[in-house]
Nanobody, 124 residues
């Protein structure tokens, strides 16, 4: 069992930055790939970024590439999502998810463990 808790969301103006954190507890965190997903009202949950178990491989949705950076600190059992140059279309509830994947996936159905989500609102 892995428990995930997101933090760091909030209200920010367009062009601003936020850093989300996903704190884990439970089984050995370094055995789990972690993804960030988001869901805006009336829309399906979509992939944002993911990081491999070691942290050596990262993946991004085209919509956030160059603006968002995912990283992990296995000693602190935390994964971060640094979000820069935020746009109003980034407004959503952001979720982190974990799974013992050898190959990182962008499919939310591949992830078994989820946090409760944190709201990010970007004003224009």
């Amino acid at each position: 069992q892995v428990q995930l808790v997101e933090s760091g969301g909030g209200l920010v103006q367009a062009g601003g930055s936020l850093r989300l954190a996903c704190a884990a507890s439970g089984r050995t965190f370094s055995n789990y790939a972690v993804g960030w997903f988001r869901q805006a009202p009336g829309k399906e949950r979509e992939f944002v970024a993911a990081i491999s178990r070691s942290g050596r491989s990262t993946y991004y949705a085209d919509s956030v590439k160059g603006r968002f950076t995912i990283s992990r600190d296995n000693a602190k059992i935390t994964v971060y999502l640094q979000m820069n140059s935020l746009k109003p279309e980034d407004t959503a509830v952001y979720y982190c998810a974990a799974e013992s994947l050898v190959v990182v996936s962008q499919d939310p159905l591949r992830y078994h463990y989820w946090g409760q989500g944190t709201q990010v609102t970007v004003s224009s």
